[in-house]
């Protein structure tokens, strides 16, 4: 993943800096605006590298300044590899234009790009729920919809004025059981309580927890659960956004401040009753 160690210090809209572990949702960062999630990641595989004083996994996305172009950590022809060293828990953010700015040792703050990079369109949902059902060409389409944003035009946008937020997450609502274990008899977890590292039914070890603001999310009930409308579910054999399966029930006054998901070695999830046969197969 795209990540930072703990005590990386983000600017706020404020100009001060706080520790990226201390966020909270609905912080306001500068060039990021509001905070929409926050992810806790197994850092435990992930090659790190130094720009500037920040300590970044190799992946992350950053502005390179004296070429003005965005570049991958391990790209950056400043960037120091950190032989060996390894963080078993790395940090980072969704904003609301998908920019931070971290603090170094050096004088200001490097400016790099949060965990989503881009927004969620249409097009990249369709296309992923489409590798999803095995559909030839899928890559392509989610790889051409990618390449028609850029890393710049949502920071310009919120700028101007001009951002209207996208409220497409996959999550779920505190309390969500989520099936344990690699095979039955199998319990569950509140999927706020679950750990780095617990096997999943179905997805195996958990890479990483996301908390995400909830309070604009529709509410489906499908089964035994409650999930947002844009996450991908199997029934029948076939992968759809909730929002588009007959059988979910819109829950129109239903609005959690907070809701959580999962980063799983598998990118699946069981949740449900263990016990009852009560359960849903998410993505």
């Excluded at 990249?124 to 850029?150: C, I, Q, V, W, Y």
């Excluded at 909830?214 to 009930?221: P, V």
């Amino acid at each position: 993943g795209s990540c930072f160690i703990p005590g990386t210090q983000v600017q706020m809209a404020s100009g001060e800096f706080v520790s990226i572990d201390a966020l909270k949702l609905g912080d306001v960062l500068a060039d990021g605006g509001p905070v929409d999630g926050l992810l806790e990641v197994d850092g435990s595989a992930e090659d790190l590298y130094e720009i500037g004083g920040d300590v970044m996994s190799g992946t992350h996305a950053v502005l390179d300044d004296p070429q003005g172009l965005w570049k991958r950590a391990h790209e950056v022809s400043t960037g120091v590899f950190l032989r060996g060293r390894r963080e078993p828990v790395l940090w980072n953010a969704i904003t609301r234009t998908h920019k931070m700015r971290v603090r170094g040792k050096s004088d200001g703050a490097l400016l790099v790009a949060d965990y989503m990079e881009l927004d969620e369109t249409d097009e990249m949902l369709d296309a992923l729920t489409a590798a999803l059902n095995g559909h030839k060409g899928s890559n392509a389409a989610l790889m051409d919809a990618a390449s028609r944003l850029n890393l710049d035009g949502s920071l310009a946008a919120y700028s101007a004025g001009a951002w209207t937020p996208r409220a497409l997450k996959s999550c779920f609502p505190a309390g969500t059981p989520v099936i344990l274990g690699k095979r039955a008899p199998a319990v569950t977890k509140a999927i706020e309580d679950i750990e780095l590292g617990d096997v999943l039914l179905g997805g195996g070890r958990v890479l990483a927890k996301m908390r995400l603001a909830g309070d604009s999310e529709d509410l489906y009930r499908l089964g035994g659960a409650t999930v947002s409308a844009s996450h991908s579910v199997k029934l029948a054999g076939v992968w759809r956004h909730v929002e588009d399966v007959p059988e979910a029930h819109l829950m129109p006054n239903a609005r959690e401040q907070t809701l959580h998901n999962l980063i799983t070695e598998k990118h699946l999830i069981y949740v449900g009753n263990a016990t009852r046969g009560s359960r849903e197969r998410c993505s």
